[in-house]
């Protein structure tokens, strides 16, 4: 089964840090953009930062010089680590990988979530 688990959210004051990972498991054939969306209470889902697999990186606004993301291709996992925080930065934090896998019914081309982490910035 092809999925990515996420971990290293948690309870942080404001200013703080936090380093989230996510690694993609299975028979993973090649990994494309991986990215963090954030999905605060009554809001919609939000793209964070994303990365390619040559490196290639983009920002939400509201996260450059604060947030930095970056992968391991070998260990098939992104990181996003999070400095500065601040109460706006609270949410459930997801992790989204676009990947070649191969699966029960053949090779696939998938958009995969992760189950997503729960990250709170207290003032």
């Known amino acids: 089964q092809v999925q990515l688990v996420e971990s290293g959210g948690g309870l942080v004051q404001t200013g703080g840090s936090l380093r989230l990972s996510c690694k993609a498991s299975g028979s993973i054939l090649s990994i494309d953009v991986m990215g963090w969306y954030r999905q605060a209470p009554g809001k919609q889902r939000d793209l964070v930062a994303t990365?390619?697999?040559?490196?290639?990186?983009f920002y939400a606004d509201s996260v450059k010089d604060r947030f930095t993301i970056s992968r391991d291709n070998a260990k098939n996992t992104v990181y996003l680590q999070m400095n500065n925080l601040k109460p706006e930065d609270t949410a459930v934090y997801y992790c989204?990988?676009?990947?070649?896998?191969?699966?029960?019914?053949?090779?696939?081309?998938?958009?995969?979530w992760g189950q997503g982490t729960l990250v709170t910035a207290s003032s």
């Open positions: 990365i390619t697999s040559g490196g290639s990186t």
């Open positions: 989204n990988a676009g990947l070649r896998a191969r699966t029960v019914s053949g090779y696939r081309t998938l958009e995969l």
